[in-house]
Protein backbone atom coordinates (compact mmCIF):
# COMPACT_ATOMS: atom_id res chain seq x y z
CA UNK A 1 0.00 0.00 0.00
CA UNK A 2 1.65 3.33 -1.07
CA UNK A 3 1.56 5.57 2.04
CA UNK A 4 0.26 9.31 1.08
CA UNK A 5 -0.90 12.20 3.05
CA UNK A 6 -3.96 12.06 4.43
CA UNK A 7 -4.11 7.79 4.34
CA UNK A 8 -5.79 6.16 7.43
CA UNK A 9 -5.02 3.57 8.59
CA UNK A 10 -5.65 1.26 11.95
CA UNK A 11 -2.99 0.40 14.32
CA UNK A 12 -4.35 -2.16 16.79
CA UNK A 13 -7.65 -0.59 16.91
CA UNK A 14 -6.63 3.07 17.09
CA UNK A 15 -7.28 4.97 13.63
CA UNK A 16 -3.92 6.60 12.53
CA UNK A 17 -3.92 9.63 9.86
CA UNK A 18 -0.85 10.32 7.99
CA UNK A 19 0.25 14.09 7.70
CA UNK A 20 3.16 15.69 5.78
CA UNK A 21 4.21 18.59 7.27
CA UNK A 22 7.13 19.79 5.28
CA UNK A 23 8.35 22.12 8.61
CA UNK A 24 8.54 19.15 10.11
CA UNK A 25 11.98 18.00 11.50
CA UNK A 26 11.42 14.73 12.54
CA UNK A 27 8.34 12.64 12.71
CA UNK A 28 6.18 12.68 15.42
CA UNK A 29 2.80 11.42 16.56
CA UNK A 30 -0.02 12.78 18.06
CA UNK A 31 -3.79 12.27 19.41
CA UNK A 32 -6.41 14.12 17.91
CA UNK A 33 -8.74 14.06 20.46
CA UNK A 34 -11.92 15.90 18.28
CA UNK A 35 -11.46 13.21 15.95
CA UNK A 36 -10.53 10.61 18.01
CA UNK A 37 -7.93 9.35 16.07
CA UNK A 38 -4.16 9.34 16.19
CA UNK A 39 -1.78 11.48 13.76
CA UNK A 40 1.39 10.33 12.31
CA UNK A 41 3.73 13.57 10.95
CA UNK A 42 6.34 13.18 9.06
CA UNK A 43 8.61 15.99 7.10
CA UNK A 44 8.16 13.77 3.44
CA UNK A 45 5.88 11.20 1.76
CA UNK A 46 9.22 9.40 1.69
CA UNK A 47 9.12 9.10 5.29
CA UNK A 48 5.62 8.43 6.34
CA UNK A 49 6.77 4.94 6.70
CA UNK A 50 8.87 5.85 9.57
CA UNK A 51 6.42 7.52 10.95
CA UNK A 52 3.89 4.48 11.10
CA UNK A 53 6.69 2.50 12.72
CA UNK A 54 7.43 5.15 15.48
CA UNK A 55 3.41 5.10 16.03
CA UNK A 56 3.68 1.35 16.22
CA UNK A 57 5.95 1.61 19.92
CA UNK A 58 3.58 4.46 20.68
CA UNK A 59 0.31 1.63 20.60
CA UNK A 60 0.38 2.09 24.51
CA UNK A 61 0.36 5.80 24.66
CA UNK A 62 -2.44 5.97 22.22
CA UNK A 63 -4.78 3.42 23.79
CA UNK A 64 -4.63 5.96 26.99
CA UNK A 65 -5.61 8.78 24.99
CA UNK A 66 -8.33 7.37 23.10
CA UNK A 67 -9.71 5.83 26.90
CA UNK A 68 -9.08 9.59 27.92
CA UNK A 69 -11.10 11.17 25.11
CA UNK A 70 -13.42 13.82 26.10
CA UNK A 71 -16.65 13.03 27.47
CA UNK A 72 -18.93 14.19 24.49
CA UNK A 73 -17.28 13.39 22.03
CA UNK A 74 -18.94 11.16 19.08
CA UNK A 75 -22.21 11.98 16.76
CA UNK A 76 -25.73 13.52 17.93
CA UNK A 77 -27.58 10.61 18.66
CA UNK A 78 -31.04 10.55 19.80
CA UNK A 79 -31.02 9.96 24.31
CA UNK A 80 -27.34 11.98 24.39
CA UNK A 81 -26.92 14.64 25.30
CA UNK A 82 -24.91 17.94 24.52
CA UNK A 83 -23.57 21.25 26.63
CA UNK A 84 -25.60 24.30 25.77
CA UNK A 85 -24.89 27.66 27.10
CA UNK A 86 -22.89 25.66 29.83
CA UNK A 87 -25.72 22.93 30.29
CA UNK A 88 -26.05 19.73 29.29
CA UNK A 89 -29.14 19.10 27.70
CA UNK A 90 -31.24 15.90 26.25
CA UNK A 91 -31.25 15.29 22.70
CA UNK A 92 -35.17 13.72 21.80
CA UNK A 93 -36.03 12.30 18.48
CA UNK A 94 -39.48 12.68 17.46
CA UNK A 95 -41.23 10.86 14.72
CA UNK A 96 -41.31 11.86 10.96
CA UNK A 97 -38.52 14.49 9.46
CA UNK A 98 -39.33 17.71 11.63
CA UNK A 99 -36.17 20.35 11.94
CA UNK A 100 -34.61 20.30 15.36
CA UNK A 101 -36.09 22.33 18.21
CA UNK A 102 -35.87 23.70 22.04
CA UNK A 103 -38.30 22.62 24.35
CA UNK A 104 -39.24 23.14 27.93
CA UNK A 105 -40.71 19.54 29.33
CA UNK A 106 -41.31 18.62 32.82
CA UNK A 107 -37.92 17.19 33.08
CA UNK A 108 -36.29 20.03 31.80
CA UNK A 109 -35.16 21.40 28.84
CA UNK A 110 -34.51 19.54 25.33
CA UNK A 111 -33.77 19.46 22.35
CA UNK A 112 -36.28 17.48 19.73
CA UNK A 113 -35.62 16.82 16.57
CA UNK A 114 -37.16 14.13 13.71
CA UNK A 115 -34.73 11.95 10.84
CA UNK A 116 -32.81 9.46 11.79
CA UNK A 117 -28.71 8.73 11.76
CA UNK A 118 -26.99 11.33 9.99
CA UNK A 119 -30.60 13.38 8.52
CA UNK A 120 -30.87 13.61 13.07
CA UNK A 121 -27.69 14.55 13.56
CA UNK A 122 -27.52 17.20 10.58
CA UNK A 123 -30.85 18.87 12.12
CA UNK A 124 -29.25 19.09 15.99
CA UNK A 125 -26.22 20.63 14.48
CA UNK A 126 -28.37 23.23 12.30
CA UNK A 127 -30.00 24.36 15.38
CA UNK A 128 -26.99 24.63 17.23
CA UNK A 129 -25.35 26.91 14.17
CA UNK A 130 -28.76 29.10 14.21
CA UNK A 131 -28.64 29.71 17.50
CA UNK A 132 -24.48 30.47 17.80
CA UNK A 133 -25.22 33.19 14.82
CA UNK A 134 -28.24 34.66 16.49
CA UNK A 135 -25.86 35.01 19.85
CA UNK A 136 -22.80 36.04 18.35
CA UNK A 137 -24.63 38.40 16.08
CA UNK A 138 -26.16 40.22 19.27
CA UNK A 139 -23.07 40.47 21.33
CA UNK A 140 -20.64 41.50 18.30
CA UNK A 141 -23.43 44.30 18.32
CA UNK A 142 -23.37 44.80 21.31
CA UNK A 143 -19.26 45.70 21.51
CA UNK A 144 -18.95 47.26 18.54
CA UNK A 145 -21.49 50.13 18.99
CA UNK A 146 -19.76 50.10 22.48
CA UNK A 147 -16.66 51.39 20.82
CA UNK A 148 -18.77 53.88 18.13
CA UNK A 149 -17.57 51.09 15.48
CA UNK A 150 -19.91 50.05 12.35
CA UNK A 151 -21.63 46.33 13.52
CA UNK A 152 -19.34 44.52 11.45
CA UNK A 153 -20.70 40.99 9.15
CA UNK A 154 -20.95 38.21 10.89
CA UNK A 155 -20.19 34.10 9.85
CA UNK A 156 -19.96 30.80 11.59
CA UNK A 157 -18.02 28.47 10.65
CA UNK A 158 -16.17 25.36 12.43
CA UNK A 159 -12.77 25.21 12.16
CA UNK A 160 -10.63 22.78 14.05
CA UNK A 161 -8.89 25.25 16.86
CA UNK A 162 -10.01 28.42 16.72
CA UNK A 163 -12.71 30.36 18.16
CA UNK A 164 -12.74 33.61 16.20
CA UNK A 165 -11.41 35.48 13.56
CA UNK A 166 -11.34 38.96 12.43
CA UNK A 167 -11.13 40.41 9.02
CA UNK A 168 -10.70 44.79 9.85
CA UNK A 169 -10.55 45.29 6.08
CA UNK A 170 -13.62 43.62 5.23
CA UNK A 171 -15.47 44.53 8.46
CA UNK A 172 -16.40 41.01 8.81
CA UNK A 173 -15.68 38.49 12.05
CA UNK A 174 -16.07 34.81 11.44
CA UNK A 175 -16.93 32.30 14.67
CA UNK A 176 -16.96 28.76 15.65
CA UNK A 177 -20.34 27.80 16.09
CA UNK A 178 -19.27 25.88 18.98
CA UNK A 179 -19.14 28.73 20.86
CA UNK A 180 -23.07 28.33 21.68
CA UNK A 181 -21.58 25.10 23.61
CA UNK A 182 -19.98 27.37 26.29
CA UNK A 183 -21.05 29.10 29.11
CA UNK A 184 -22.74 32.78 27.73
CA UNK A 185 -19.75 34.76 29.63
CA UNK A 186 -17.64 32.47 27.64
CA UNK A 187 -19.33 33.40 24.09
CA UNK A 188 -19.14 36.69 25.25
CA UNK A 189 -15.52 37.18 25.92
CA UNK A 190 -15.02 35.90 22.23
CA UNK A 191 -17.12 38.05 20.80
CA UNK A 192 -15.32 41.14 22.58
CA UNK A 193 -11.82 39.37 21.38
CA UNK A 194 -13.16 39.71 17.89
CA UNK A 195 -14.04 43.21 18.33
CA UNK A 196 -11.26 44.29 19.75
CA UNK A 197 -9.47 43.24 16.56
CA UNK A 198 -11.17 46.22 14.19
CA UNK A 199 -8.85 48.64 16.62
CA UNK A 200 -5.92 46.56 17.25
CA UNK A 201 -4.67 43.89 15.28
CA UNK A 202 -2.07 42.41 17.58
CA UNK A 203 -2.35 41.41 21.13
CA UNK A 204 -0.55 44.32 22.32
CA UNK A 205 -1.84 45.67 26.08
CA UNK A 206 -3.55 48.23 24.15
CA UNK A 207 -5.42 45.17 22.63
CA UNK A 208 -6.12 43.57 26.10
CA UNK A 209 -7.40 46.92 27.13
CA UNK A 210 -9.86 47.15 24.40
CA UNK A 211 -11.24 43.54 25.88
CA UNK A 212 -10.96 44.73 29.26
CA UNK A 213 -12.78 48.26 28.35
CA UNK A 214 -15.57 45.23 26.86
CA UNK A 215 -16.63 42.65 29.29
CA UNK A 216 -13.94 43.90 32.48
CA UNK A 217 -11.38 40.71 33.55
CA UNK A 218 -11.38 38.64 30.74
CA UNK A 219 -8.67 35.59 32.25
CA UNK A 220 -11.53 33.48 34.00
CA UNK A 221 -12.69 32.79 29.98
CA UNK A 222 -9.75 32.53 28.71
CA UNK A 223 -8.76 29.85 31.22
CA UNK A 224 -12.16 28.17 30.68
CA UNK A 225 -11.26 27.87 27.31
CA UNK A 226 -7.97 26.16 27.70
CA UNK A 227 -9.52 23.92 29.99
CA UNK A 228 -12.65 23.12 28.34
CA UNK A 229 -11.96 23.56 24.42
CA UNK A 230 -11.27 20.28 23.31
CA UNK A 231 -14.65 19.40 24.70
CA UNK A 232 -16.68 21.43 22.84
CA UNK A 233 -14.55 20.40 19.40
CA UNK A 234 -15.34 16.82 20.32
CA UNK A 235 -18.92 17.35 20.31
CA UNK A 236 -20.93 15.88 17.93
CA UNK A 237 -17.99 14.20 15.67
CA UNK A 238 -17.85 10.93 15.37
Excluded at 15 to 23: A, D, E, I, Q, Y
Aim: proline residues 5%; glycine residues 10%.
Amino acid sequence: MKLTNGTLLDVDGIPLRLSVNRRARRVSIRFDAARGQAVAIAPSERHLGDAVAFARTKADWLAERLAARPAGAGGFIPGGTVPLEGVEIRLEQTAGAGAARLVDTPDGLAIRSGGEGEAYARRIENLLKRMARDRLAHHTGIHARTLGLKVPRVGIGDPRSRWGSCTPGRGSIRYSWRLILAPPEVLDYVAAHEVAHLVQADHSPAFWAVVERLIGDHRPHRAWLRAHGARLHAVGRD
